[in-house]
């Protein structure tokens, strides 16, 4: 399985996410230097990659392998409405931890991605909530949550 994300620029976003994730960029297979020599290699057209295609890493991983590949995929347009599907980055332990040290762990890895290019767009701790959420958006405006 493979997620795919719209983007104007694969390289910040490979970067911001593999950040995110804990992901590393996907080497480009079969000793190729680039994923443009791979692609070039396999006889796809120069006209279909485009003038900077496959020359950084446009895909992350895993690298236990239990989570989907996603690749970052430039396309012309804008982002330009709400996403639909959302990635929610669990740190803060669950509710077998401590309201506190959950807070602490999200507010720790909320400091780490806003210095990579995240934006905070709101933080949900509301006094009746069972949970402490920071809901922010990526580099491009995608958002997410880490909870």
Same mark, same amino acid.
Not at 43 to 68: N, Y
């Given at each position: 399985?493979?997620?795919?994300?719209?983007?104007?620029?694969?390289?910040?976003?490979?970067? =911001? @996410?593999?950040?995110?994730? %804990?992901?590393?960029?996907?080497?480009?297979? %079969?000793?190729?230097?680039? @994923?443009?020599?791979?692609?070039?290699?396999?006889?796809?057209?120069?006209?279909?990659? *485009?003038?900077?295609?496959?020359? /950084?890493?446009?895909?992350?991983? &895993?690298?236990?392998?239990?989570?989907?590949?996603?690749? =970052?995929?430039?396309?012309?347009?804008?982002?330009? %409405?709400?996403?639909?599907?959302?990635?929610?980055?669990?740190? *803060?332990?669950?509710?077998?931890?401590?309201? %506190?040290?959950?807070?602490?762990?999200? /507010?720790?890895?909320?400091?780490?991605? /806003?210095?990579?290019?995240? /934006?905070?767009?709101?933080?949900? &701790?509301?006094? &009746?909530?069972?949970?402490?959420?920071?809901?922010?958006? &990526?580099?491009?405006?995608?958002? =997410?949550?880490?909870?």
């Amino acid at each position: 399985m493979q997620l795919t994300v719209d983007c104007a620029n694969p390289a910040r976003m490979v970067a =911001f @996410w593999v950040e995110a994730l %804990g992901y590393v960029p996907e080497p480009p297979p %079969g000793g190729h230097a680039t @994923w443009r020599a791979y692609w070039q290699a396999t006889g796809v057209p120069a006209e279909e990659l *485009g003038e900077h295609a496959g020359e /950084t890493p446009e895909s992350i991983v &895993d690298p236990q392998g239990r989570s989907p590949r996603i690749w =970052f995929q430039q396309v012309p347009e804008p982002k330009t %409405g709400k996403n639909r599907l959302h990635l929610d980055l669990k740190v *803060g332990g669950g509710r077998e931890a401590a309201i %506190g040290l959950r807070i602490e762990r999200v /507010t720790a890895k909320v400091a780490r991605l /806003t210095e990579a290019g995240a /934006t905070i767009l709101r933080i949900m &701790d509301e006094p &009746d909530m069972p949970y402490y959420a920071v809901v922010l958006q &990526d580099p491009e405006g995608n958002e =997410f949550c880490v909870v």
